[in-house]
Nanobody, 122 residues
Framework: QVQLVEFGGGLVQAGGSLRLSCAAF????????MGWFRQTPGKEREFVAA????????NYADSALGRFTISRDNAKNMVYLQMTRLKPEDTAVYYC???????????????WGRGTQVTVSS
């Protein structure tokens, strides 16, 4: 059974950086597009970033553009989200997601991780 496990969340001051990691267990990620989403209490889960299977294409939400970078290492079955210049409004649970295509991972992923909490203090 395939599982996605996120780690690397934590508490950071505004202006700081964090790198989130997503590890896949049970099956290779190399043929899938991967993405990151986030959710705060009372709000819908929102798209943050996505990357194609070969890292040839990446997309970002406006809120992440210029501050966050998504990357992947297919040999290690890992996906990353480097977050810089963090703001208090970036506080959320961050989820890793998988999809067959960039369109699918951005709109309707077929697999989710359990999430990791990121808290940005002002």
């Amino acid at each position: 059974q395939v599982q996605l496990v996120e780690f690397g969340g934590g508490l950071v001051q505004a202006g700081g950086s964090l790198r989130l990691s997503c590890a896949a267990f049970g099956r290779t990620l190399s043929s899938y597009a991967m993405g990151w989403f986030r959710q705060t209490p009372g709000k819908e889960r929102e798209f943050v970033a996505a990357i194609s299977w070969n890292s040839g294409t990446s997309n970002y939400a406006d809120s992440a553009l210029g501050r966050f970078t998504i990357s992947r290492d297919n040999a290690k079955n890992m996906v990353y989200l480097q977050m810089t210049r963090l703001k208090p409004e970036d506080t959320a649970v961050y989820y890793c997601a998988r999809g067959k295509t960039m369109s699918e991972v951005t709109t309707q992923p077929n697999l989710w991780g359990r999430g990791t909490q990121v808290t940005v203090s002002s």
